[in-house]
Every structure is written in structure tokens, then in C-alpha cells.
């Protein structure tokens, strides 16, 4: 099942609210988690999304619906 997603928003702007976003650094996609301060480190499922600090200055987007 595809699950919806925002539209993407540039670096500058950070996400509101903590969890598992879809980040593209430079052509490079993936999902990682937003602390709140920062993003965390990339992974290739939204599940894997861990709590170790990653790479900054990501585009991103949201699901649509609160994941589980």
C-alpha cells in the first residue's frame, strides 16, 4: 500500500512536529527522524528510522496520516 505523502519542503524549513519523515539530501533519498533539533540518521524504510545523529541541511516531507 503507497502511503501519501506532503509535498516536499526545502532545508530551511523544519518540520513542526517530532517523528519519521522522507528526507532527499543531494539525490539521496530516505526516511529519518526529526527530533525536534535535528534530523537523525538515514535509513530505507520509515520503520528503521533511528535516534542517531545524521546528516543536516535535508529537503523533506510528511505522511499525510499519522504513521503507527
Same mark, same amino acid.
Given at each position: +500500500?503507497?502511503?501519501k505523502m506532503?509535498? %516536499?519542503f526545502p532545508a530551511k524549513i523544519k518540520p513542526v512536529y517530532v517523528g519519521v519523515y522522507q528526507t532527499d539530501l543531494? #539525490? $539521496?533519498l530516505g526516511y *529519518? $527522524? %526529526?527530533n #525536534?533539533?535535528?534530523w537523525c540518521d538515514t535509513a530505507h524504510k520509515p520503520e528503521l528510522a *533511528?535516534?542517531?545523529t #545524521? +546528516?543536516?541541511g535535508k529537503k523533506w516531507r510528511g505522511f499525510e496520516e499519522k504513521q503507527a
Amino acid at each position: +500500500m503507497s502511503k501519501k505523502m506532503t509535498k %516536499w519542503f526545502p532545508a530551511k524549513i523544519k518540520p513542526v512536529y517530532v517523528g519519521v519523515y522522507q528526507t532527499d539530501l543531494d #539525490g $539521496f533519498l530516505g526516511y *529519518n $527522524f %526529526w527530533n #525536534g533539533k535535528w534530523w537523525c540518521d538515514t535509513a530505507h524504510k520509515p520503520e528503521l528510522a *533511528n535516534k542517531l545523529t #545524521g +546528516m543536516q541541511g535535508k529537503k523533506w516531507r510528511g505522511f499525510e496520516e499519522k504513521q503507527a
